[in-house]
């Protein structure tokens, strides 16, 4: 049961760190005030859109939580743009992705980061501002207005290992502190270069032109400040559709404008045996159960894991990149917040998401007890 106690973030929670985090820190930051100066990705940097492809899995530090078991899955939605997402569930989610772009007359790589949480919608928006070759493949994408400042991430490849750090300052409200560690390897690369083929990907045209689509006016600004301090767009609303925040936010790139990706909605029947309890939500490209509904020994094949409370009966996923997939509910029917012996469960169910689809699913039968 390994595999299964390892997959559920719940139970990773509880788990503590135990290797020293230096152990995961990249580099030193970086001095401070510096003007920012975009890479000409006509000269370096540009394969960072290749290296990004493919389904990272490994540990995850986050503030003081430690998952042992993380993955983000990166895929080309057009020539130039490669996206990945975490899907928290009750939580809410949190993606990355990459896309070339022309910024202060340089033809460069950004990036968009940011997802919706308790109803907070946020948006910010990165520029690569260093690349260096002499140890693996590193980049270092900087928040595009305040830069290091403000906020930056900073990614290293080698080999197949993936070391992704990102720092934060609130938002410019205080000192840049290390805010995320993950470090990875490549777990199979067949749904990216398969998309990678589809799109042609990377080529180095515009995935979408940037500045053109700013308005400095929806800038996020601190309390008290008269100019903005980051490239953040934010708005908020509980009961308020991530699209219509997206409009709110004046966020230059919405989620309803990204090419190529899905959304899904599953809605989950609470039968006498599941109420009030927890239910994992997963999506992967292998099945996590058999025909009858017995859990198989897949789980390093998740490629989405949110968690839904004990109170929720359906979920949207969003940025799907197209596909076969299976989704797979689990109720934590033993409440020890993860996957183990007990859990219930249903029989393998299929679902094919399309381009740009808006699809449905219902699951009824959530009765199968491991």
Known sequence: MRTLILISLAFVILLGCKKKEEELIVNQAPT??????????????????????GHWVGRNQVMAWDFEWFAFDYRA????????????????????????????????????????????????????????????????????????????????????????????????????????????????????EQAAEKYHFPQNVLAWEYEERLNEEYYYLNAGDVKAKTATFMSQGLDTDVIQLAHEAGDPIRIDEHPSLGYLKVDMERNTQIEGTRLFAYLSYLPLTDENGYMLNN?????????????????????????????????????????SAGDITHPQTPITIEEQGQHQISIQNINIQN
């Open 32 to 53: 401070m005030n510096q003007e920012l100066k975009p890479i000409n990705i006509n000269e370096k940097g540009f394969d960072l859109l290749d290296n990004m492809q």
């Open 77 to 192: 939605i057009s020539p130039s743009h490669t996206f990945g997402i975490f899907e928290g569930g009750t939580m809410g989610n949190l993606f990355t992705s990459f896309f070339v772009t022309d910024y202060k007359n340089t033809r460069t790589i950004m990036a968009r980061n940011g997802g919706l949480l308790h109803g907070i919608y946020r948006t910010s928006y990165f520029v690569l501002d260093s690349v260096d070759y002499s140890d693996g493949d590193f980049y270092r994408l900087v928040d595009a207005v305040g830069g290091t400042e403000v906020m930056w991430m900073e990614l290293r490849f080698k080999n197949d290992s993936l070391f992704f750090n990102a720092y934060t300052s609130r938002l410019g409200q205080i000192t840049p502190l290390r805010h995320m560690t993950f470090k990875a390897k490549k777990e199979h690369s067949e749904l990216a």
């Open 299 to 339: 789980f390093q094949s998740v490629l989405l894991f949110p968690e839904l409370n004990n109170n929720e009966d359906s979920f949207l996923f969003t940025y799907l990149h197209p596909g076969d997939y299976y989704i797979t509910i689990i109720a934590d029917k033993n409440e020890d917040g993860y996957v």
